[in-house]
């Protein structure tokens, strides 16, 4: 078994570094694009509350949909099962 250089583990380091750069611009990003703010987590927070307490789908309020939809990216109905 080959011991591994200086040479090799700079060229792995430098090769971890890049990926790790690459992984925090793309969750930088990803998160620019997140709208959830103190307003937003308290309506949700809300929701799941009211639905865990047997509340209904059906009786969810306007701005509940909306916020729900715009975080998660999928219609209101299927974000909680």
Not at 40 to 44: A, G, K, L, P, Y
């Given at each position: 078994m080959a011991a591994i250089s200086l040479?090799?583990?700079a060229i792995l380091g430098a090769v971890l570094l890049g990926?790790?750069?690459?992984?925090?611009?793309?969750?930088?990003?990803?998160?620019a694009h997140l709208s959830i703010d103190k307003r937003?987590?308290?309506?949700?927070l809300a929701e799941i509350?009211?639905?865990?307490?047997?509340?209904?789908k059906a009786d969810v309020t306007d701005d509940t949909r909306r916020v729900?939809?715009?975080?998660?990216?999928?219609?209101?109905?299927?974000?909680?099962?």
């Open positions: 040479a090799d583990c990926w790790f750069a690459c992984a925090m611009i793309v969750c930088w990003i990803i998160s937003t987590d308290s309506i949700v509350t009211r639905l865990r307490n047997g509340g209904a729900a939809e715009r975080l998660t990216g999928l219609p209101y109905e299927r974000c909680w099962r």
